[in-house]
């Protein structure tokens, strides 16, 4: 086999990248020389159509090591694509360094122009809660994907893009482990006024990577994603938590949660409603920007575990302070009859550090009744919902009931952790009924009967790539433990199931039609 040498003049831009009209970016060139090179090497810009690159003394600046050898030359320069220019254009130009060194192939960029669907700029983060209480144990994996696929305004991948992630919090960024798919650090990086990390798709359009804690302490990332001029920051779909879960010095807490009407005796949800009303006193340094997260622990948790639920300060004055029930959580943070500790976090929003509750003991005792909303526009399709043993195999209509028998093949289809339910919904452009492809697609279930009244979400991305007919589909797992065990109503009537799903284009919010059942699964 031929040895191809390895060029040492790179660029962090993929020399046929898409680039989207109006953007700017940073434009780093790296120079890994094999020999001995002059005293002041320069960046040749040639043959530029569509851009116009900088002009003047551009000098490649070399870079030490600790003892003083010269290991590489880097240039660093941002380049802006004119937003006057169309997708039926390309941008052009070729780089190498004068004088010319040898070994070196000039770089020749070739890249087309793209129009990007802003939604897709959207980091969808896997795990947004990490116990940092156990950071050093090696035997616990304490990370989260992030990830998104960006993708033009009809769906189709974008590839190379170069875009940049920060915190909205900079400085937290730099207090965690970063990663991509191959196990490669990725550093943030601070160019100009920018502090972040500067990224380009791969070549299915995707940007993956993950983020582990380096500390113990207790922190936020506000994630956001941008294509520099093009479009502003976009939010991920959550914060990410870093937070210590060991339990401080009682003198050292705050004061515990007050659940509107959760003492004396049980909670119970008297009127059907589906949350109840939480009462956070003031604490000292209180700002705009802290963030409040629930905690909830039963007697066999060693620690508090997130119940899936926070709340950023807007104003503490009016908040904060016994008897203010300000915030609202679902009470089927609870299972029923089961005895719990809730408590609260506060993460500092201007620095790293938190505070811990002392727990509320709470026992609920049901009540709460879930619906899909009523007085929304549903626009889109039914979703489909399927048997245990897999998409297409045993399609369950709806009106009609959910048992036991519907649940139990779990073993038969390779899913971890085992599903008892398959819900799909269908994705495809411009076709009505059909969802976008690459929304995020959440998955709503509600359930009513005698023993479990609930409400639980998924969300997942509609794939990019279509059929023949231009239609994709997505499939949700509902877990066999979560349909187990629903019982019917005293009088021997079944409870009620209902799906439907949502997702956003741009602001708006989108719903598709509800599905309805029955449902009886008690065990055979």
């Not at 807007?314 to 809730?342: A, C, M, R, V, W």
């Not at 409400?455 to 279509?466: A, D, E, F, R």
């Not at 009537?493 to 602001?507: A, K, L, M, Q, R």
Request: aromatic residues 12%; charged residues 20%.
């Amino acid at each position: 086999m031929e040895n191809i040498a390895k060029n040492p003049l790179t660029a962090s831009l993929n020399q046929q990248a898409d680039l989207i009209i109006g953007q700017s970016f940073v434009f780093i060139l790296t120079l890994i020389p094999d020999a001995l090179l002059p005293a002041t090497i320069k960046v040749n810009f040639t043959k530029a159509t569509n851009i116009t690159p900088p002009t003047g003394n551009l000098e490649f600046t070399a870079v030490k090591n600790k003892d003083g050898k010269i290991i590489k030359y880097t240039y660093v320069t941002i380049l802006t694509v004119s937003d006057a220019l169309t997708e039926q254009e390309q941008i052009t130009f070729n780089v190498d360094t004068t004088p010319l060194i040898p070994n070196i192939t000039p770089l020749e960029f070739k890249c087309n122009l793209k129009k990007i669907n802003p939604d897709s700029l959207e980091l969808s983060i896997d795990n947004v809660f990490l116990d940092t209480f156990n950071f050093k144990n090696s035997s616990v994996t304490n990370k989260t994907k992030v990830s998104t696929i960006l993708t033009d305004k009809s769906g189709k991948t974008l590839s190379g893009v170069p875009i940049y992630i920060d915190s909205f919090r900079s400085n937290n960024l730099h207090e965690c482990t970063i990663k991509d798919n191959n196990g490669n650090i990725i550093t943030p990086q601070q160019f100009y006024t920018y502090d972040g990390l500067f990224l380009n798709s791969e070549s299915d359009g995707s940007i993956v990577f993950y983020i582990y804690p380096e500390k113990s302490l207790s922190m936020v990332l506000d994630l956001r994603c941008s294509v520099i001029d093009a479009f502003d920051y976009i939010p991920a779909t959550s914060p990410l938590f870093f937070i210590n879960t060991e339990r401080p010095n009682p003198m050292d807490s705050l004061r515990e949660p007050d659940i509107l009407g959760g003492f004396p005796g049980p909670l119970t949800s008297n009127t059907g409603e589906p949350n109840f009303y939480v009462s956070i006193d003031n604490y000292d340094n209180s700002k705009r920007g802290d963030y409040i997260v629930f905690m909830i622990k039963t007697d066999n948790d060693t620690t508090p575990k997130y119940s899936g639920y926070y709340v950023s300060v807007s104003n503490p004055n009016t908040e904060l302070g016994q008897g203010k029930y300000s915030y609202s959580l679902p009470y089927d943070i609870f299972n029923i009859s089961i005895n719990y500790e809730f408590s609260y976090i506060v993460i500092f929003g201007e620095a790293a550090g938190s505070k811990t509750s002392r727990p509320y003991p709470v026992t609920y005792m049901g009540g709460a009744i879930y619906n899909p909303p009523t007085n929304v526009t549903r626009d889109y399709d039914l979703c489909k919902v399927y048997t245990s043993l897999g998409i297409g195999k045993a399609e369950i209509q709806p009106d009609t009931g959910i048992s036991y028998d519907s649940i139990k093949r779990y073993l038969d289809n390779p899913s971890t952790p085992n599903t008892g339910l398959f819900v799909e919904v269908l994705g495809g452009n411009n076709i009505p009924g059909k969802v976008p492809l690459n929304s995020k697609v959440t998955l709503n279930v509600y359930i009513q009967s005698s023993n479990c009244n609930t409400h639980k979400s998924w969300t997942l991305p509609m794939p990019t790539q279509v059929g023949s007919q231009g239609i994709v589909s997505l499939s949700f797992h509902i877990p066999f433990d979560f349909l187990n065990k629903i019982y019917p109503y005293d009088n021997g009537g079944p409870g009620s199931i209902y799906f439907d799903y949502e997702f956003n284009i741009g602001n708006k919010k989108n719903y598709g039609e509800i599905w309805e059942g029955l449902i009886d699964t008690r065990p055979e």
